[in-house]
């Protein structure tokens, strides 16, 4: 009689995804992890339940609080433009992609601390409007009141992208006493007159310099009578101009608006690090729990890496590659397949 073969753990198949390089596939697990079949693999991660509220619980004590402190929300789409049979996956807009694109849509919250310059994930959803109805706003705003009355973090500022930067957002922020900064569509309707002039696209006002340097009062369209926010110009590029809304009235300064707006590319680092060091896109299976358990593990790899390069003052890159360097070393030194000349 065969013996029974030990049971696949999360710690498992997480410290297969940190050590894996390239492949992330579950046959790849099994052909190079003897103890444990496929078929094993598939039905632990089947019978398994990987929650948001584990990151939060592994990343908690890693986290640095300022009370200056920032929340920055957006999303991303782990690309499954091959995909045919997937559950979650769905077309949606990339922002990486610059297009529609078959993916499934992951909604995150990064908390920034700008004393140190640190960002931790604290919080993410997949986007699966067809399983739970709810949109990526709908997300967000869970996440939101998950932070104020649970997570009960110091946050100053919250940041987000466009698509975010919506009147029922803004108004939930300043009834929790929260500040934010985000740009907004270059087809806003605004109104920079107090009333004396047509609403009019947010890219077509006019500018003098001192509002260039100090930002000015509008109204966005559809929010409460006299309910006033304080847009700046941004020029990025030559090619590319941001307005940026926030609610603090007391800021006059653009540079320092621009400043703030920036650290939302942190996020977008968190996201780009996820597919590439951890296997974020890698996974496969067809079944909706399975893909949401690997996309929960992929997260803790990353609180995992995140936390060995903080302590080895290296970078997530560094650690995630220096793990072929014994391999290499090995091979210099005894190599399994010998070179020869002709």
């Not at 922002?95 to 993410?124: E, M, S």
């Not at 597919?275 to 609180?303: D, M, P, S």
Request: glycine share 4%.
């Amino acid at each position: 009689m065969n013996a029974k073969r030990p049971a696949v753990s999360r710690l498992d198949y997480c410290q297969y995804l940190l050590s894996s390089q390239i492949n992330y596939t579950l046959a790849n697990f099994a052909e190079h992890a003897q103890q444990f079949s496929h078929d094993q693999i598939n039905r632990s991660l089947a019978g398994e339940r990987i929650a948001p509220h584990l990151v939060w619980e592994t990343m908690q004590s890693q986290v640095v609080l300022a009370p200056d402190g920032y929340l920055i929300f957006d999303d991303t789409v782990a690309d499954k433009h091959y995909s045919r049979q997937m559950a979650v996956v769905r077309r949606q807009w990339s922002g990486n992609a610059h297009r529609v694109i078959r993916g499934i849509g992951i909604v995150t919250c990064v908390y920034l601390n700008p004393q140190t310059q640190q960002f931790w994930i604290i919080d993410y959803r997949i986007y699966d409007p067809d399983s739970d109805g709810k949109s990526k706003l709908d997300h967000m705003h869970e996440m939101l009141m998950n932070v104020v009355h649970q997570k009960r973090l110091a946050v100053q500022t919250v940041l987000m992208d466009t698509w975010y930067a919506t009147q029922d957002a803004m108004l939930t922020l300043e009834r929790l006493a929260k500040r934010y900064c985000c740009p907004l569509k270059d087809n806003r309707q605004v109104d920079d007159s107090g009333g004396a002039r047509p609403y009019q696209r947010v890219d077509s006002l006019h500018w003098t310099a001192d509002e260039w340097a100090h930002g000015k009062l509008v109204k966005l369209k559809g929010f409460p009578k006299d309910h006033k926010v304080k847009l700046f110009r941004v020029t990025l590029s030559t090619q590319r101009t941001e307005y940026i809304v926030t609610n603090d009235l007391t800021q006059d300064d653009t540079a320092a608006i621009q400043q703030a707006i920036g650290w939302r590319w942190k996020i977008e680092q968190f996201h780009r690090e996820t597919k590439q060091v951890t296997g974020l896109e890698g996974c496969q299976c067809r079944t909706a729990r399975i893909i949401r358990n690997h996309v929960g593990c992929a997260i803790l790899v990353w609180v995992r890496l995140k936390q060995v390069a903080a302590d080895t003052r290296q970078t997530i890159y560094q650690v995630k590659h220096g793990l072929l360097a014994d391999y290499l070393r090995q091979q210099l030194k005894s190599p399994s397949v010998k070179m020869v000349l002709a």
